[in-house]
């Protein structure tokens, strides 16, 4: 059973506006969630990560957002650039282990 | 960084295979995750001192070495035509949370 949702397979976005990748997840023992970036033929690259017991933690363009009575978080990209267009994974971490998400596919349009 | 080899491999039904990861130098935790197509990563296990530290839902025909250089294996044993999928490496600090990936080693069992 998929314990980390990613709802939207695909998001498409015009450069310079935010871009927002949402993220569902059933457990409630997950402590830490992170997001990962993946380009064609590389392996994932971390991007940002948020404990359970913050709402919001910020790295740039990159802030991630955490509503734990909705199980939910979301990735926002201020602004989105072209060379941002990637899959993003959202994860959680479970003791040792990420469960990850199917992935959302964001496609930066100049 | 986390380098793997070979890139790409094809087996045939029943055989065996070795897949294998050098870790970002300093990191002393090895994960091992399977991505098939249009799926998010799923954990398979994760080693620590050389010491089977967790595992996924994955059968036992799935084992691991990790060794005190920092490189790890990926055995597989009586390939069956579902492993065919994305096999990735990810390295980490014991006790942090942020994985780093690999390019990934790209299997094809016919």
């Known amino acids: 059973d998929q314990q980390v949702k990613q709802n939207s397979p695909s998001l498409s976005v015009q450069e310079g506006r935010i871009s927002i990748l949402n993220c569902d997840y059933t457990?409630?023992?997950?402590?830490?969630f992170l997001w990962y970036k993946k380009y064609p033929a590389e392996g994932p690259t971390f991007l940002i990560s948020?404990?359970?017991?913050?709402d919001k933690n910020e790295d740039g363009r990159f802030t991630v957002f955490l509503n734990k009575s909705a199980k939910h978080l979301s990735l926002h990209i201020v602004p989105s650039q072209p060379g941002d267009s990637a899959v993003y994974f959202c994860?959680?971490?479970?003791?040792?282990?990420?469960?990850f998400g199917k992935g959302t596919s964001l496609l930066v349009t100049p | 960084g986390v380098t793997q080899s070979p890139t790409h491999l094809i087996k045939t039904r029943g055989q065996q295979v070795t897949l294998r990861c050098s870790s970002q130098?300093?990191?002393?935790?090895v994960s091992w995750y399977q991505q098939a197509l249009g799926q998010g990563p799923q954990f398979i296990f994760q080693?620590?001192?050389?010491?089977?530290?967790g595992r996924g839902n994955f059968p036992p025909r799935f084992s691991g070495l990790q060794f005190p250089n920092d490189s790890s294996e990926l055995n597989v044993n009586a390939l069956e035509l579902d492993d065919s999928a994305l096999y990735l490496c990810?390295?980490?600090?014991?006790?942090?949370?942020?994985?780093?990936f690999g390019p990934g080693t790209r299997l094809t069992v016919t």
């Open positions: 990810a390295s980490s600090l014991q006790g942090t949370i942020e994985q780093y």
């Open positions: 457990n409630s023992m997950f402590d830490y």
């Open positions: 948020i404990s359970s017991i913050k």
């Open positions: 994860a959680a971490s479970n003791r040792n282990a990420l469960n």
């Open positions: 130098s300093g990191h002393n935790t």
């Open positions: 080693y620590y001192r050389e010491e089977e530290n």
